[in-house]
């Protein structure tokens, strides 16, 4: 039989969430694949910030966007999960409300089975609230969960309420998935290492595409002590550049996009292989398209020359992974970049065009046995050297090479409660880093730039 399958991208739990420039597009290519083999596919996003239901639900207050696609979502202040309870932090689910959320689904034709993804493993309450409450409305239809949080903590994802859990990446078992549960045989499933084979992700199941986010690679060829990514991501491997550019322009002509967004491991590595000719020709082709990247980017790629095609190719957000300037914790983490690294990129960067608040760092806080001073040390460098330095706090991830370190270090007990990975707990941090710490660290942060 040819099954009808609902797609879920589930709520978010957290202290707190914004949406920069996110979207699900693991789900979405997911969606894409399926409909290329005849699959009926819906798609319901709870984090939907666009849903006509939510304007009129009471007390929440209207997510406020930017243009280029990022922006607040709607949000419900929640009980904390216990584990949480004695943290002196409200608690919110992100995202349209339950009522809005099973009124939809009500809506929606009875699917022969849900397919759910998730993103970070310390969100799952968000996942089980999400699958609970299709069990409301649909009781009995399979539910089959997957992404990243099911990658990472497969052993407690089994608690999910999910009738199957499918770590890694769904193109090597969406097919087992379908001849299991419906006797379906996929006839299109390219070999999943080769990128190109795919079909785009089905961004037209979105509400409204504000932005496009874009992959021109799976996985990294570092492998930094704090990242998950060859674990959530596979082997390092990467499209031809100008068919993905050829995407960017398909989006343009047919969505009308403006906006894209780089979800890359490493957008930057080898430049001559896929930096160098993918931003040469979206120059070449002058679409009226912006660019945003705002997951870390390899400074030690940026030369005079691919400083220049950035500019030129209207890349407007940047944000590198510089992490700490501490030598010998550069070195120990994976020696992705160097001091002089960070002085000459920027250079580069500034001699290109690119101001100071446009060139964005990101440094690492929390990271086992790191103190306050090294993260200050760390910013003040960033700001000296014409960068502007961005906290982003250490989220200890199972399986990665440092997880053994965060275990000895943590002050919660984070191998048996995800919760407890939240980046926002600080769960390595130092003593010399308290909250009120990080807090003044972030305005040194947020201090008006030399020039600005
Ligand atoms: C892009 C990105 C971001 C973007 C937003 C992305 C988004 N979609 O919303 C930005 C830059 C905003 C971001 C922020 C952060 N991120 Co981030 N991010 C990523 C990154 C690089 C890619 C995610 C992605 O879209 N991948 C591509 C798609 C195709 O993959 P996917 O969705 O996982 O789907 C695949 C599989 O999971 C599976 N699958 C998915 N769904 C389903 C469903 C079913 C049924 C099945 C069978 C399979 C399946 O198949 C898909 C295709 O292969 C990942 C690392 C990585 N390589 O994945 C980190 C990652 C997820 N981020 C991480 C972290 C730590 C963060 C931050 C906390 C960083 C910080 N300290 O500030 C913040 C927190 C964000 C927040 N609070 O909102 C960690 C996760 C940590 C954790 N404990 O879970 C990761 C793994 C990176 C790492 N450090 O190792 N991130
Ligand atoms: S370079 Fe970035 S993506 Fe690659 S392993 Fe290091 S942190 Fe992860």
């Not at 082997?235 to 890359?264: K, N, Q, T």
Request: hydrophobic share 40%.
């Amino acid at each position: 039989m040819t099954p009808n399958l609902l797609l879920i991208n589930p709520w978010i739990t957290d202290f707190a969430a914004y949406d920069l420039w996110s979207k699900p597009i693991g789900l979405l290519g997911l969606a894409s694949l399926l409909r290329q083999n005849g699959v009926q596919v819906r798609f319901l996003d709870c984090l939907d910030v666009y849903h006509p239901a939510m304007s009129a639900a009471q007390g929440i207050r209207t997510p406020r966007r930017k243009p280029s696609g990022q922006g607040s979502y709607a949000r419900q202040r929640i009980p904390k999960p216990s584990p949480l309870a004695t943290i002196p932090r409200h608690y919110h689910r992100y995202g349209i409300t339950p009522a809005i959320f099973s009124e939809t689904l009500r809506s929606l034709e009875r699917p022969d089975a849900v397919l759910m993804t998730s993103m970070m493993t310390y969100w799952y309450p968000a996942v089980y609230d999400t699958i609970a409450a299709v069990r409301q409305v649909h009781p009995g239809i399979p539910v089959v969960l997957g992404g990243n949080y099911v990658t990472l903590c497969p052993d407690h994802a089994a608690h999910s309420g999910a009738d199957l859990c499918l770590p890694g990446p769904a193109e090597w078992s969406i097919s087992r998935l379908l001849r299991t549960l419906f006797n379906f045989d996929l006839s299109f499933l390219p070999d999943p290492l080769d990128l190109d084979a795919f079909p785009y992700p089905a961004h037209d199941l979105l509400r409204r595409t504000d932005q496009i986010p874009l992959l021109t690679s799976r996985g990294c060829p570092y492998r930094c002590s704090y990242c998950a990514s060859h674990l959530v991501s596979g082997p390092f491997r990467r499209r031809d550049p100008l068919r993905v550019v050829d995407e960017i322009a398909y989006w343009h002509r047919h969505l009308g996009a403006r906006f894209f967004s780089f979800y890359d491991d490493a957008l930057l590595a080898q430049p001559e292989t896929l930096a160098i000719p993918l931003l040469r020709e979206l120059i070449r082709r002058g679409l009226d398209v912006e660019f945003h990247c705002p997951n870390g980017l390899h400074l030690r790629e940026i030369t005079a020359e691919t400083a220049q095609l950035l500019f030129r190719a209207r890349f407007r957000t940047l944000r590198f992974g510089f992490e700490t300037v501490d030598k010998e914790r550069q070195r120990a983490t994976g020696g992705k970049v160097r001091d002089e690294e960070l002085l000459a990129a920027i250079a580069h960067l500034r001699e290109a065009g690119y101001r100071q608040e446009e060139i964005g760092v990101y440094l690492l806080c929390g990271l086992p046995g790191q103190t306050d001073r090294e993260v200050e040390q760390s910013i003040r460098f960033v700001r000296w050297a014409g960068g502007r330095p961005i906290l982003a706090e250490y989220s200890p991830i199972p399986g990665t090479s440092l997880w053994e370190s965060a275990l000895t270090t943590s002050r919660y007990p984070i191998d048996q409660e995800p919760l407890f990975q939240n980046n926002s707990l600080l769960p390595c941090r130092d003593d010399s880093l308290s909250f009120e710490r990080v807090q003044a660290l972030k305005a040194l942060c947020r201090l008006p730039l030399s020039e600005a």
